[in-house]
């Protein structure tokens, strides 16, 4: 199996990308030696472009084949601040992977672990054939190979834990060589020191033409990222070296991460995107546009995805029409923040709503919260796009009446309305046109890392240390960028609560949730039920608001989280021809 997997790897790898932005396309159309391919540059482009293209899904998502997909799936569905409008997708891929299903896991572990040793092998190849590429674009190339293959390394790092460092090119037809499953340790160091060798060739900026390609900054960011992910608290004091560390070395991976990320601030490249406005209105505004401008002077690495919003041919999405409400023709509904996710936000005076001196009213819960609420969440009354949002249900006659958007706009039965009151509104456009065209979609990119959460890193390291003062400079910073009053205490709750609002449906609070060692509560219907918002109005005008616990088609939270799913099944053929270890807890099915 494994030399069968090897023949199909290396055909895959000589087919090339053929498009005026190769970046954002991956149509082969031709086969080619690998030979043909070392002094070409248009062809080396085309090459380095499936890098790009494999290394994250970005928005784009194909949730009933979510198996299917090779790179990141929308990873924020699976924590507890979204959850999806649609029942059928709940008997779809996505719905077994949230209940755990060990025979989904396997089929997704074997597809993400062969997709990034298909780019890792890719990688290799270009580097072995180092001294035959032209000297005009040598250096960026073999400085993108050492990001990638760092980056591709990193994913494996956190979906599995200690993998095989294979760093040349190998035919296991030629020689059966095997590798044995490295250590934690070994992993960290392996990328950082890959990081490091992209940095030193990578420039701080390209081209405008090249805009989008791997810099020196997304090198130390991915340098820092790893050594902030290492710190995890589930990482430490592990019976086994390929699943964390043997000893608590969380002090020593967070200060190496303050290293490198003091080099991207001393850099000057990277900065919060100021926000002019001074009124709510112009703040939300200002704020959301940030999410649709791409490659800014905040965002340090993203998926960047096609200008033309094409998603049948190129690399566009289906974002905004897969949150739209019914209103405004959503089928999908695809994106429901649920209550657990807005209780996170605080009053616009900057106290918690749990706080008997907050002002936060019961009756009324969207009046005078953190500007931050209405920028990423549409609520009842909510007006996007020109349309007043109904979102509430009108009690006549003793029954319930849904309004116009909790009811599923189309006849289809899959047809959906959200399950939690809440529409999401951070990351979509709202001049997007969205129609029945099945080739043209949306195109903003996903932002993976970005300036703000640097800083939101940067003050976890400093709490931890007992930089206190330093910490909540860094959480100001950010929420003075908002216009929301500056903290002037900090605590280690509060450093979670502005990374849950700053971040929110981003997908590092996917990550975060495993970083933590929380998942077993977090992401487990049992222990963290989501619940959502129901408003009520009776014929005199008088509403009530009632917290509700979400359910999906077989009335209840299908969502299980046990320890073994913190890291994926390797692929099974390579367990038995290397003959390493298989993560706990997996079996063959």
């Not at 910490?471 to 849950?500: C, F, G, Y």
């Amino acid at each position: 199996m494994i030399k069968l997997r090897y023949i199909f790897f290396s055909l895959v790898a000589s087919l090339l990308l053929t498009s005026c932005d190769g970046l954002f396309r991956d149509e082969p159309n031709d086969k080619l030696g690998e030979n043909a391919i070392w002094g070409n540059e248009m062809l080396l482009d085309e090459y380095t472009a499936r890098w790009y293209r494999n290394m994250d899904n970005g928005f784009y998502i194909l949730v009933s084949t979510i198996i299917k997909n090779l790179g990141e799936e929308y990873v924020p569905w699976f924590g507890d601040q979204l959850t999806v409008g649609r029942s059928d997708w709940y008997q779809a891929g996505y719905g077994d992977l949230l209940k755990g299903s060990q025979n989904i896991y396997n089929t997704r572990g074997k597809l993400l672990w062969e997709n990034n040793y298909t780019m890792i092998r890719s990688v290799n190849t270009l580097l072995e054939h180092e001294a035959e590429l032209p000297a005009s674009i040598r250096q960026r190339l073999i400085g993108e190979a050492h990001f990638f293959r760092a980056y591709y390394y990193y994913k494996l790092l956190r979906h599995f834990g200690g993998a095989l460092i294979i760093d040349h090119a190998y035919n296991p037809l030629e020689n059966e060589e095997k590798f044995p499953r490295a250590s934690y340790g070994e992993m960290v160091d392996f990328i950082a020191a890959e990081a490091e060798a992209a940095a030193e060739l990578l420039p701080d900026v390209h081209s405008q033409d090249m805009t989008g390609r791997a810099t020196k900054g997304a090198a130390i960011m991915l340098k820092a990222k790893t050594y902030f992910w290492a710190s995890g608290a589930h990482f430490q004091n592990v019976e086994q070296p390929y699943l964390g560390f043997t000893d608590d070395r969380s002090m020593e991976m967070l200060g190496k991460a303050a290293v490198e990320y003091d080099r991207i601030i001393a850099s000057g490249q990277y900065g919060l995107i100021p926000i002019n406005a001074l009124d709510r209105e112009g703040v939300v505004n200002e704020y959301r546009n940030i999410f649709l401008t791409k490659n800014s002077r905040e965002s340090i690495w993203e998926v960047q995805h096609s200008d033309d919003g094409d998603f049948s041919h190129g690399f566009g999405h289906k974002l905004d029409r897969d949150a739209a409400p019914p209103s405004l023709t959503g089928l999908n509904c695809a994106y429901n923040p649920t209550q657990n996710h807005v209780d996170e936000y605080r009053m616009d005076n900057g106290r918690l709503i749990s706080d008997a001196a907050s002002g936060y009213d019961p009756q009324n819960p969207f009046e005078g919260r953190d500007w931050r609420f209405y920028a990423n969440v549409l609520y009842d009354g909510a007006v996007w796009k020109g349309v007043t949002l109904d979102i509430h249900y009108r009690n006549i006659d003793g029954k319930n009446v849904p309004g116009k958007d909790l009811t599923p706009y189309d006849a289809s039965t899959t047809a959906s309305a959200t399950r939690t009151g809440y529409y999401m509104a951070k990351f979509l456009r709202e001049s997007q046109q969205i129609d029945q065209d099945e080739t043209f979609g949306s195109s903003q990119n996903c932002i993976l890392w970005r300036y703000a959460e640097l800083l939101l890193d940067y003050a976890e390291i400093d709490f931890r240390f007992g930089r206190v003062g330093d910490a909540l400079d860094k959480v100001n910073q950010i929420r003075r960028r908002v216009h929301m009053p500056e903290l002037t205490s900090l605590t280690w709750d509060d450093i979670m609560n502005e990374r849950r609002v700053e971040l929110a449906f981003e997908k590092s609070t996917y990550w975060d949730i495993l970083r933590y060692g929380t998942a077993e509560r977090t992401m487990s219907g049992a222990t963290n039920p989501l619940y959502g918002c129901r408003v009520v109005y009776d014929a005199d005008g008088n509403k009530s608001i009632i917290t509700n616990r979400v359910v999906n088609g077989n009335n209840n939270d299908t969502r299980y989280f046990d320890a073994r799913q913190y890291f994926y099944p390797i692929a099974w053929d390579d367990v038995r021809y290397h003959g390493i270890p298989q993560n706990p807890g997996w079996v063959e099915i």
